[in-house]
């Protein structure tokens, strides 16, 4: 599956993620590149998600700039079960739907 990593650095990154259902070696992909032990899909639009760090708020990291701009433009103001309103993340990862 074709992604495009978002680092903290603003620099973009083409991916090829393992292809596959939500778990496994696609999930596995997905954790190793956003630097976390859980992730959390935001579906942006019905082919488009944002995966962020599951905890990046509660353990403080530091925000995701551009993830999280990109966020607001499809209208999000904040992801699920989050406590503020910007990814802590200290990368992120946008993929499609097939």
Known sequence: MRALL????SNLTHLELPKGSFNGRFLTGIRKHVNAQAVQPLSLTSRLDLWVDENGIATNR??????T??????????????????????????????
Do not use: E, K, W
């Open 69 to 98: 701009r990109l966020a607001r433009t499809f209208g999000s103001t904040r992801p699920p079960r989050r406590i503020g309103p910007d990814f802590g993340a200290r990368n992120a990862i946008l993929t499609t739907i097939r």
């Open 6 to 9: 978002i680092g903290l650095d």
């Open 62 to 67: 530091p925000i995701n700039t551009v993830a």
